[in-house]
């Protein structure tokens, strides 16, 4: 299994980057996928999640109101549509897939390499 994730750069403070991630070696159209972040210095943490059919979609409070994400069952890839961006938003951005109860907590099994997005001010 495999989660390539694409789409960052570099972009200045106020514009907007659309991440991608396409999963392969199974489907995953019936599990939750979500992406999170890694500032420099920062431990990881979650950004947004969507539900397996992409009605239900959750977001921290950092990206709420800038950030969408979106799936498409039919391509096994979900997507990250970041508007707004401010240079606090400069970090890794790791997607992940089927998520899961841990019996302590929710985890997720597979995690894509990561794709850097920094936003200049």
């Known amino acids: 299994v495999q989660l390539q994730a694409s789409g960052g750069g570099l972009v200045q403070a106020g514009g907007s980057l659309r991440l991608s991630c396409a999963a392969s070696g199974r489907t995953f159209t019936r599990s939750a996928m979500g992406w999170f972040r890694q500032a420099p210095g920062k431990e990881r943490e979650f950004v947004a999640r969507v539900g397996w059919s992409g009605s239900s979609t959750k977001y921290a409070d950092s990206g709420e109101g800038r950030f969408t994400i979106s799936r498409d069952n039919a391509k096994n890839t979900v997507y990250l549509q970041m508007n707004s961006l401010k240079p606090e938003d400069t970090a890794v951005y790791y997607c992940?897939?089927?998520?899961?109860?841990?019996?302590?907590?929710?985890?997720?099994?597979?995690w894509g390499q990561g794709t850097l997005v920094t936003v200049s001010s």
């Open positions: 992940a897939a089927d998520r899961y109860y841990s019996g302590a907590s929710y985890e997720y099994r597979y």
